[in-house]
């Protein structure tokens, strides 16, 4: 993971459930997560997945990831490249799906009000701090273990460095 990421801003609601972030009908069919990718925010945003870059961000309000628990709907995100999320509040399910992928979820209040679709946003993970149109925003830091995992690239990476396997 790196230590900071620049990028575009994709702006999106509250309750961004799982069936828009990574449609149900693809649930069974599709398995290769590269694929998973070109399906990423189709419900929501057609055009997302096609225009996505390396970094970008998504801001939300509250409750990301509702619905079901589908890892899919957190590893299409991280395929795509996405930088972040940024929420105010998070399913439990989604959460742990964020992290076991490696795809950093950031929890803040305060950039919903701020920040608009296509706007230049910036996240040091390490100080911890959002900036962006002239602002920084604090936000509460990755835990230390959190913080292994996203660098290692998810817990199944985390946990093999950590048991000396390779693959």
């Not at 790196?2 to 994709?10: A, S, Y």
């Not at 999106?12 to 972030?21: L, R, S």
């Not at 870059?53 to 801001?59: E, F, K, L, S």
């Not at 399913?91 to 608009?116: A, C, D, H, M």
């Amino acid at each position: 993971m790196d230590t900071v990421v620049k990028g575009r801003v994709w702006k999106y609601g509250d309750d961004v459930n799982t069936d828009v972030i990574f449609p149900g009908k693809y649930t069974y069919t599709v398995n290769d997560p590269q694929e998973m990718g070109e399906h990423a925010m189709e419900d929501i945003d057609p055009e997302f997945a096609a225009k996505v870059q390396p970094g970008d961000v998504i801001i939300a309000g509250k409750n990301f990831g509702c619905g079901s628990s589908r890892e899919q709907a957190a590893v299409c995100l991280k395929v795509k490249g996405v930088g972040a999320v940024i929420a105010s509040s998070y399913s439990r399910i989604y959460f742990r799906n964020g992290v076991n992928t490696g795809l950093p979820l950031v929890t803040s209040n305060k950039v919903q009000e701020l920040f608009e679709s296509g706007d230049e946003i910036e996240i040091d993970f390490e100080a911890g701090v959002i900036r962006g149109k002239g602002q920084e925003i604090a936000f509460p830091p990755f835990s230390d273990f959190v913080f292994g995992i996203m660098n290692a690239g998810g817990l199944i990476p985390y946990t093999r460095k950590r048991l000396g396997i390779e693959g």
